[in-house]
């Protein structure tokens, strides 16, 4: 399957890496394609590199890895045309920085960063997803307690089996918590996954549901 990526940074690139390995075909969506030359060439040399426009052109499926603050912009560079109707995996967190201690939420409670994308891509569907750990155990985590739970939400059922492959893929137990505004639940569990992050000064955790 052809996935685009929009976004260049730790997030974007792990995702690139993960889509790699599952067999599909990625071209990962930067404002500037000359700073990702050297990553491309010792790392990912079988995956394509674009700008926004035409990564998004290229994806049949797309996964959201910007900064929150440059969101909306990569989505108007990228052209909301071209996402029409493809499943949009929201990797974001709607995050500030206000300067010592851990990052706070800029939506929250009633709103959230998912239902927020969802607005802004009216006829494409976003899943909330990745968007709990960090990006370093995105693919095949290997934690002592096994593998461990990857939650996800969307309003598409499609949208979401095919997002729940992606996860099984990756190596974590995807849990369902709904539509999409459950992305005002999983968001605050980005804080708490920093925040653990911070105390222990370690980023191998992530979060994991138990049943019996």
Known sequence: MRIGIL????VGRSLTLGFLGRGDEVMIGTRDPAKLQRWHEETAPSARIGRFEETARFGEAIALATLWSGTESALDLAGRDNLRGKVIIDVTNPLVFPGEGPPELALGHSDSGGEQVQRWLMEAHVVKAFNTVGNGLFVKPDLAGGPPTMFYCG???EAKRFVRGVITDFGWEPFDVGGIEGAR????????WVVYAMHVRSRRHAFKVLSG
Request: net charge negative; with cysteine; charged share 25%.
């Open 155 to 157: 309003n598409d059922e």
């Open 185 to 192: 639940l999983l968001e605050p569990l980005c804080i708490l």
């Open 7 to 10: 976004g260049s940074g730790d």
